[in-house]
């Protein structure tokens, strides 16, 4: 594993949270310029740090701690009735690797789920230029995996492929097929991914106790958040 004591990091300034309005935020990430290899990503998911585009960062607030890592340990995941339901409704979607780039095909989806899901967030309106820098970077480790019904793409879930698990880095859909519950389904599909390559946990980012948004994390159990630097087990 990598040596941290090597490894510069840096906070910023405070700024708005982008999850609890009344909140200003800080955030700790790693020097730019250090390259982030697989041992370094791996080892810093263990503390809690996660990628978006080019950096990995974690929450550094000193008056806050809303924002808990959160993964699922894939081998003890057991579906629940509605998740069952879920995998049953979605059995007949293909799923293939592809090379994390921006294709008409796949950014025309996600200009669509953008406008249609989160045209009140950050990523409105959407742009290449912006999914680009977010989602489609050349590392060994970054992966997209397309969901397609019949040959017509309906989903992809971007994901880190780390040593030690998975990181759900983000999933865009088909907003106009809500009856398959896609997003749901991509992280049911990522903890069986996991299993199959035998590696331990699916990472899901932040849980907020208060953003509404990040309630379907804890639908997932047994659920794994990192509290004063331990993960504890919630069954």
Known sequence: MTDLSQLKFYATHPHPCSYLQEERATTLFLDPQQPIDLDTYSHLSELGFRRSGDHLYRPHCKQCNACIPARIPAAAFTASSSQKRIIKRNSDLEVSELKAEATDEIYGLYERYINARH?????????????????????????????????????IAVTDHMRNGL?????????????????????????????????????????????????????????????????????
């Open 167 to 235: 990181s759900a880095v983000y999933t865009f859909f088909d907003p106009d097929q809500p009856r398959r519950s896609l997003g749901r389904y991509a992280i049911l599909w990522q903890i069986e991914e996991t299993r199959r390559l035998g590696l331990d946990a699916v990472y899901l980012g932040y849980w907020i106790k208060n953003c509404r948004k990040m309630n379907y994390k804890t639908e997932y159990r047994p659920l794994e958040m990192l509290v004063n630097q331990r993960w504890i087990r919630l069954s």
């Open 119 to 155: 045209a009140d967030g950050d990523m409105f309106p959407p742009s290449r230029e912006q999914f680009t820098s977010f989602l489609a970077k050349d590392w060994e480790f970054c992966r997209f995996h397309a969901f397609r019904e019949q040959g017509t793409l309906v989903a």
